[in-house]
């Protein structure tokens, strides 16, 4: 089945506290190279068929009504799965 | 006294009758929404009772307000917090009501619908744009639990007109995702407006901007607040200092005057 990806991350303005944890956790294990983490969040939605404009459009909504929150977070992404 | 508490509130220890009963109080009627996760209703609803005032039920699926006169969202995890704390709440059916009723225009000479979020109510009533805004993890990423110090910074809203502006209250602090984030427009818009109605006392517990512990809408009818003012309304049962004066353990009881105020302000409209 289709799948259209929705990819959602923090303002950039908004401080990320999950990112920044990470980030501290990275060197403990042998990971020297990051000098920054931010996390956000990839939302999967599957359609039935080929994926439409009109999938696209409704999953465009999905990200600014529900699935962000425009406050604090930006949609950065919304496409089709590469399978 | 047991048998004529209503059903959806199993008497516990306490004894809940009002020292002096005001039937004018007591007809006033304020709802209360349980979603699934909710946790603080029944707290919520006592806080009301021991008011004095008539706490009403509202079940989130239901769009009929039943004719209360203001409304509390409490605290808890609404649907686990899942995607964001609040988020799914806000899109139920009596949220709709709610934001009606909030933002109605009282032609009628009617004052549009007084609102009270508490923590996940707060979050729910950020993620409906009806307060400015927004939750995230606590700097620290801790739960915290805590008695906590505010400074009341507006009486101008039904909910805190009887408070002291610049005074003080106590009351207890829990969660995980409350820290208070806006852009710097907003930050500078709610100061300019005086629309911060309480701030953090003693140390900011979670990186909240300009240690900014509650706020109000442009009307004033909407308050939302982390802190639990419902948790401290019962002397035996709150925390263990106050605001004002030195109490014994656990009479704090300083958040009793959010629900009193309301009811007294709703009484005299």
């Not at chain 2, 002096?20 to 009627?29: I, K, Q, T």
């Not at chain 2, 349980?34 to 005032?53: E, K, Q, S, Y």
């Not at chain 2, 969202?73 to 009723?101: C, N, Q, W």
Request: glycine share 10%; aromatic share 4%.
């Amino acid at each position: 089945m289709p799948r259209i990806i929705v990819d959602v991350m923090p303002k950039p303005e908004i401080l990320d506290p999950q990112g920044k944890a990470i980030a501290r956790e990275l060197p403990h294990i042998g990971l020297s190279s990051f000098t920054e983490v931010r996390q956000g969040k990839r939302f999967e939605l599957t359609v039935e068929g080929e994926v439409t404009e009109r999938h696209l459009e409704e999953a465009r909504r999905a990200g600014e009504e529900l699935l962000s929150n425009p406050v604090i977070e930006d949609v950065v992404n919304v496409s089709v799965a590469e399978d | 006294m047991a048998e004529s508490l209503p059903s959806t509130e199993v008497p516990l220890i306490a004894d809940l009758t009002p020292d002096v009963s005001d039937e004018r109080l007591a007809g006033v009627r304020v709802g209360v929404v349980t979603f699934p996760g909710t946790l603080d209703d029944r707290d919520a609803a006592r806080a009301v009772r021991i008011a004095g005032g008539t706490p009403v039920p509202l079940w989130y699926k239901d769009s009929d307000l039943q004719s209360v006169d203001a409304v509390i969202i409490p605290g808890g995890f609404s649907y686990g917090d899942y995607l964001r704390a609040g988020s799914i709440a806000a899109k139920a059916p009596m949220m709709r009501e709610v934001h009606r009723a909030a933002t109605a225009d009282g032609t009628s000479g009617s004052a549009p619908l007084p609102v009270l979020g508490i923590c996940n109510g707060f979050q729910i009533l950020t993620e409906m744009h009806l307060l400015p805004g927004s939750m995230i993890k606590n700097d620290h990423l801790k739960f915290v639990c805590t008695d906590q110090r505010l400074r009341v910074e507006n009486t101008e809203t039904p909910w805190t007109a009887e408070l002291d502006r610049g005074g003080e209250i106590v009351v207890p602090l829990k969660n995980q995702d409350g820290q208070y984030v806006a852009d710097a427009r907003t930050l500078r818009q709610l100061e300019e407006e005086n629309r911060v109605v309480f701030r953090y006392v003693g140390g900011n517990p979670n990186g909240s901007r300009q240690d900014i512990a509650g706020v109000t809408n442009e009307r004033g009818n909407v308050v939302g607040l982390m802190p639990h003012p419902e948790h401290a309304v019962e002397p035996g049962f709150g925390p263990s200092s106050s605001g004002t004066e030195e109490v014994a353990m656990r009479y704090g009881s300083d958040g009793l005057r959010l629900f009193t105020s309301l009811l007294r302000q709703i009484v005299a409209a």
